[in-house]
């Protein structure tokens, strides 16, 4: 089993910042994607951004530019900067954890643009 710690959401004004970070415990595999996924009320989950073992990364057209994933895997950590946030970004993110043998995902986080 794997486990995965968010921290770091909360309330922003709009063009604000924030930094997501999702720690996994447990059995880690050597070979794995970690990303952030976003869920909007009335809304369908949707990938935000992943980035693989060897450190390609994947963003949503709506964040590239604004939004930067890393990752410390000495930590097994993954990181979300979020930068020029907007009210559209509003949404509870989970951080997900992927490998053959299936996904795992966190327990999520909120995320609010509002002035």
């Known amino acids: 089993q794997v486990q995965l710690v968010e921290s770091g959401g909360g309330l922003v004004q709009p063009g604000g910042s924030l930094r997501l970070s999702c720690a996994a415990s447990?059995?880690?595999?050597?070979?794995?994607?970690m990303g952030w996924y976003r869920q909007a009320p009335g809304k369908q989950r949707e990938l935000v951004a992943a980035?693989?073992?060897?450190?390609?990364?994947n963003y949503a057209d709506s964040v590239k530019g604004r939004f930067t994933i890393s990752r410390d895997n000495a930590k097994n950590t993954v990181y979300l900067q979020m930068n020029s946030l907007k009210p559209e970004d509003t949404a509870v993110y989970y951080c997900?954890?992927?490998?053959?043998?299936?996904?795992?995902w966190g327990q999520g986080t909120q995320v609010t643009v509002s002035s």
């Open positions: 997900n954890y992927a490998v053959v043998a299936g996904n795992y």
């Open positions: 447990g059995r880690i595999f050597s070979i794995y994607t």
């Open positions: 980035i693989a073992s060897g450190g390609s990364t």
